[in-house]
């Protein structure tokens, strides 16, 4: 008797036909085939939305010091009358740049900025980072405001009593939170030039209030903490549908994924930010101590030692202005960087 042949039966296996797609198929039907690409979930890196919400409370730690110190205590009212009254130097030819500058900054150019954001953000299809940078923008905005007029007051130490309390600043909190949103809606390969764009030109808005003796230098530092604060709460809340494109799989996904990474120059503008932050910060603190020392001294105060705090005013600025922008470009750089556990 001739037994029956095929699979099972210890007989010759019939020769499998490429066609069919049942024969071809393993067993258990588990299995795909290695030439289709897989997908899965995309997840949002854990440790960066920590250190994310470790900034954003640092940063309203910061707020809530700099009115403590600059206008809550005599010295440091003080001080930063010294700066008000040394940015008569240059004010002329300054202003002509300056007063410009701060006219941009008005309602329209809000709803202007948030609408660019948004609509930049809903071009990629990141439909809840369209929704965060509206919330950067009004968040910092209305919380400046609130902050002002409602929470922080100031009582004359020795200072300007004429003078209501102006701590944060609404100009610099505009400009911050405009450019802010950029950097969180543009693609991952513009952010870098938008970072250093953005800095320059609120730490620009910043000191031409200094110019125009509208604000104090601690007015436009707590501006940027409270931006800061709100632009570092939207990289916590990095959903999966915010984060930027995952490379794809093979050697011509990870050519790719190398040149966007050597492309972006994320790198050279962070040394840059940082440099800025340094030299901005060492003026700072030599001004600072300077004129802490005058102050203590009860000497005769000059012309130089006005110019000196402003100066030193507009050091704090400058470098207040660099680290925030070099640490949402950082974090935002990293919480947008997708890991999964199978190709996408």
């Known amino acids: ?18 066609n069919d797609p049942v024969a071809g198929a393993p067993r258990g039907g588990g299995g795909s085939s290695p030439g289709k690409r897989q997908h899965g979930t995309r997840h949002v890196p854990r440790l960066p939305r920590v250190l994310a919400v470790v900034v954003a409370l640092a940063a ?39 007063e410009p500058l701060l006219d941009v900054v008005s309602v329209s150019f809000i709803v202007l900025g948030t609408v660019v954001s948004m609509g930049v953000a809903l071009l990629r299809r990141r439909w809840s980072l369209a929704m965060q940078v509206a919330v950067v923008v009004v968040g910092s905005n209305v919380t400046t405001q609130f902050l002002k007029y409602s929470v922080f007051d100031r009582v004359n130490l020795g200072g300007e009593s004429w003078w209501q309390n102006s701590l944060p600043s609404g100009h610099t909190t505009v400009a911050a939170s405009v450019s ?8 991952r390969t513009a952010r870098p030039l938008v970072a250093l764009l953005g800095a320059v030109y609120t730490g620009a808005t910043g000191i031409s209030t200094l110019v125009g003796q509208w604000h104090r230098p601690s007015d436009v530092v707590a501006a940027l903490a409270v931006v800061l604060f709100w632009g570092a709460l939207a990289c916590a809340l990095t959903t999966s549908s915010s984060l930027d494109p995952a ?12 040149r966007a990474a050597r492309g972006s120059g994320a790198g050279w503008v962070l040394a840059v930010l940082s440099a800025g932050a340094v030299v901005g910060g060492v003026a700072a603190a030599w001004a600072l101590r300077h004129t802490i020392d005058v102050v203590e001294s009860a000497a005769v105060i000059t012309r130089r030692e006005e110019t000196i705090a402003y100066l030193g005013g507009a050091g704090a600025v400058v470098a207040a202005t660099a680290v925030v922008f070099a640490l949402l470009l950082a974090l935002r750089q990293t919480v947008a960087r997708s890991t999964a556990r199978v190709p996408v």
Request: proline letters at 8%; charged letters at 15%; glycine letters at 14%.
């Open 247 to 258: 490379p794809s799989s093979g050697a011509r996904g990870a050519r790719g994924a190398s």
């Open 60 to 98: 309203a730690a910061a707020t809530v010091a700099l009115w403590r110190i600059f206008v809550g205590t005599h010295q440091g009212q003080v001080v930063e009358e010294l700066a008000y009254d040394g940015a008569l130097l240059g004010r002329n030819w300054l202003w002509t740049v300056a």
């Open 180 to 187: 802010v949103a950029l950097v969180l809606a543009v693609p």
């Open 1 to 18: 008797m001739t037994e029956p042949s095929g699979p099972g039966y210890g007989g010759t296996r019939a020769p499998r036909d490429p």
